[in-house]
């Protein structure tokens, strides 16, 4: 098999060496010159994700057998809908059925149209929308988010509390998005703990991977700017320690309906649906999706993977997907990301020495003559996979604290204290506290 994969971060470097564990020949269009999937795909050309055409050309030269698209950029931009103009089948979903990821409305408006009963209370305002109504409907939900209505790297969203502290502030916020033709979704603002269940669906199966725990923060015990993510886990029982199996079965029994509906209002979504959910006092909500793997969470599950993913990918372009297995073993990632990370990142050469038995998985980095240099992001991502947590940790932290240059790594995730602070959250939260 000859597949083309498109992007080069720590996720699609897991994608790769599943790809290649499959027996498929990768060629890979990135980015930036990821040495993780460099050194083992057959070809690669650098570009920008974005070049619907470029990757195309790319393609056509390399002729693979099907396609896998990382992140959500090149799925917004309609790569697929272009790829399969010329005839490559691909492993994630068109423009339209990515709106799920890229227009936050649009998923909202899906699940009301469907009476599928997992979003907070919400509204859409446009820069039409009176001014009054929209104080009006903050002062009604008191604590509230507001949401660009479109891809924003993560970036976009505001928390009361967190970033506005008052109705002034968010009214400012919401013109600031509509002066950017953007409309906004405001909704209620929901108290738990999150989780990411990343789902692989052909349009009729959907199969969970176990699911995993992020951490956006930027430092130790939460604290710090929101960053793409600096880490993440997933127990070996595929639960997390504040959620039952109950909350897990409804959280892909709302993915269930949720692909049924894209099915009936534009056809079947093939790829991954990420459902960021939060459990509440009320149960499990849905907080938004993504129209791909998550980065890290691709790193804790794909590895995890007894199904030749290259089977999986094949399955869910032929409408086949009936099983995929995962090993029952406990995971944790860590990223290790440039000094001032990520309002103001230094770029430099880094040392990465050898990590096993932690696998490693190259992001945001370039590979030059002289050695690996980190970018702007996040640099190298490394993950324990152990029959407990606390050895998972334990090897995940002695690769991350080892690699030399102006970075660091959050040393909490994964750690007996930062599980207990979560159990205690949700404990908390459940008894009214
Ligand atoms: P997103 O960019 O949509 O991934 O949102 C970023 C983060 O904002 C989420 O991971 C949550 O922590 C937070 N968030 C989004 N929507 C809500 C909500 N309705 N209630 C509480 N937090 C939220
Ligand atoms: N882990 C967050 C994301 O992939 O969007």
């Known amino acids: 098999m000859k597949v083309l994969l498109v992007g080069s971060g720590a996720r699609e470097n897991a994608i790769s060496d599943a790809l290649i564990a499959g027996q498929a020949d990768v060629f890979a269009f990135m980015s930036n010159r990821n040495p993780g999937i460099c050194r083992y795909c057959r070809k690669f050309e650098i570009g920008d994700v974005k070049d619907v055409l470029s990757i195309c050309k790319f393609a056509l030269a390399s002729k693979p057998d099907l396609a896998v698209i990382g992140p959500e950029a090149p799925l917004a931009a309609g790569v697929v809908d272009e790829l399969h103009k010329i005839g490559v089948s691909c492993f994630g979903p068109t423009r339209e059925l990515a709106q799920l990821e890229s227009s936050k409305s649009f998923t909202r408006c899906l699940l009301e149209k469907y009476n599928i009963n997992a979003s907070p209370e919400f509204r859409i305002f446009t820069r039409k929308s009176p001014e009054a109504e929209i104080r009006s409907f903050l002062r009604d939900l008191g604590e509230y988010v507001i949401k660009p209505d479109g891809l924003t790297g993560g970036k976009g969203v505001k928390v009361f509390g967190e970033h506005i502290d008052n109705d002034d502030d968010a009214v400012d916020y919401c013109n600031e998005i509509f002066g950017n033709n953007s409309s906004v979704v405001i909704e209620e603002k929901l108290d738990g703990e999150e989780f990411s269940l990343q789902s692989i669906t052909d349009g009729k199966t959907v199969i969970d991977c176990p699911p995993v725990q992020?951490?956006?923060?930027?430092?130790?015990?939460?604290?710090?700017?929101?960053?793409?993510?600096?880490?993440?886990?997933?127990?070996?029982?595929?639960?997390?320690?504040?959620?039952?199996?109950?909350?897990?079965?409804?959280?892909?029994?709302?993915?269930?309906?949720?692909?049924?509906?894209?099915?009936?209002?534009?056809?079947?979504?093939?790829?991954?649906?990420?459902?960021?959910?939060?459990?509440?006092?009320?149960?499990?909500?849905?907080?938004?999706?993504?129209?791909?793997?998550?980065?890290?969470?691709?790193?804790?599950?794909?590895?995890?993977?007894?199904?030749?993913?290259?089977?999986?990918?094949?399955?869910?372009?032929?409408?086949?997907?009936?099983?995929?297995?995962?090993?029952?073993?406990?995971?944790?990632?860590?990223?290790?990301?440039?000094?001032?990370?990520?309002e103001n990142p230094r770029p430099g050469r880094i040392e990465v020495p050898a990590s096993a038995p932690a696998l490693t998985f190259y992001a945001a980095v370039d590979e030059k003559a002289d050695g690996i240099y980190a970018t702007k992001s996040r640099a190298v991502g490394f993950v324990g996979m152990a029959p407990g947590i606390e050895e998972a940790e334990r090897i995940a932290e002695q690769a991350a604290s080892r690699v030399k240059g102006f970075v660091f790594h959050r040393k909490d995730i994964g750690t007996r204290a930062l599980l207990q602070k979560r159990i205690a959250h949700m404990k908390g939260i459940m008894e009214g506290k």
């Open 214 to 342: 992020d951490h956006k923060r930027a430092f130790d015990n939460d604290i710090g700017a929101n960053t793409g993510g600096m880490g993440s886990y997933g127990c070996e029982d595929h639960l997390l320690p504040f959620l039952k199996r109950e909350h897990i079965d409804h959280a892909h029994n709302i993915t269930v309906q949720v692909a049924s509906a894209l099915k009936k209002e534009i056809g079947p979504y093939k790829g991954v649906m990420y459902g960021g959910f939060i459990l509440t006092k009320k149960g499990v909500r849905l907080i938004e999706y993504n129209a791909r793997f998550g980065d890290p969470e691709a790193m804790n599950v794909i590895p995890l993977m007894k199904t030749n993913f290259v089977d999986v990918c094949n399955a869910v372009i032929n409408s086949e997907l009936h099983k995929i297995e995962f090993r029952k073993l406990a995971s944790v990632c860590k990223y290790v990301v440039p000094e001032g990370y990520p």
